[in-house]
């Protein structure tokens, strides 16, 4: 499963769990326009950190945080990539 997979996956399984309607999962979709909230949001890091073995956030400016779903997929292909340097 891609890395890009494994995003989507996760966002829907946590949405599933915290019964949090979604609409179609792209990468275009705005975050902050679903019910995919701050809560969601933390399990997803824990989710991905615990799968990947990497924590973005940590290395990142604020204006960086992601706003789209293809964002945050493109956040943990760039600290893959750190990782594997």
């Not at 909230?37 to 990142?60: I, K, W, Y």
């Amino acid at each position: 499963m891609s890395l890009r997979e494994t995003v989507f996956a996760e966002i829907a399984a946590i949405a599933a769990e915290q019964e949090k309607a979604m609409p179609p999962i792209t990468d275009d979709l705005v975050m902050l326009d679903t019910e995919f909230d701050s809560l969601c949001f933390a399990l997803l890091v824990a989710r991905m950190e615990d799968l990947t073995g990497a924590d973005p956030f940590g290395e990142m400016d604020a204006s960086d945080l992601p706003v789209t779903v293809g964002d945050l997929v493109a956040l943990y292909n760039r600290a893959a990539a750190r990782q594997a340097a």
